[in-house]
């Protein structure tokens, strides 16, 4: 399955970080930024947790929340959470249901060898629930500064 802007995003429940859980349905009256990514601890993956975590009172100061989620446990969120000071939920997708339903879990390449794996894409969930921009492939450079952009725009 994946997702298009202009859809109704697919709702989840989540473990996350700390102990808790996020339904994304919960959270309508608001912008989402649900950014998906492959792994705790991974040079991309750091470096874009860590611009959100920077840029994270600019998304708060347009009352938007932000989600990531990765198929790391919750207790390995805890720890990557913790060791870069990460400001924002993290949730869990281990069975990959979510990453299926919002199309970002693809057949990947590495040194000649195919595997499954998560596509490093960011989703912007306005306040009704809609899908509003959609990046797939994500390059992390600027990428958060772009995001930050189009919730400003919402």
Not at 37 to 61: I, L, V
């Amino acid at each position: 399955m994946s997702i298009a802007v202009g859809d109704k995003a697919p709702d989840f429940n989540l473990p996350t970080d700390g102990g808790g859980h996020v339904k994304l349905s919960d959270l309508q009256g608001q912008p989402v930024v649900v950014y998906f990514y492959p792994k705790d601890m991974t040079p991309g993956c750091t470096t874009e947790s860590c611009d959100f975590r920077d840029q994270h009172p600019n998304f708060a100061a347009v009352n938007a929340k932000i989600i990531g989620i990765s198929k790391d446990s919750a207790a390995r969120h805890d720890k990557f959470k913790e060791k870069h000071d990460l400001n924002f939920t993290l949730a869990s997708d281990e069975e990959s249901d979510v990453c299926e339903r919002y199309g970002v879990w693809k057949e990947k390449s590495m040194y000649g060898k195919k595997f499954m794996g998560i596509e490093r894409t960011t989703v912007i969930v306005d306040a009704e629930g809609v899908i509003r921009h959609i990046w797939p492939k994500v390059k992390v450079k600027g990428h958060v500064d772009e995001v930050l952009a189009a919730v400003q725009a919402l």
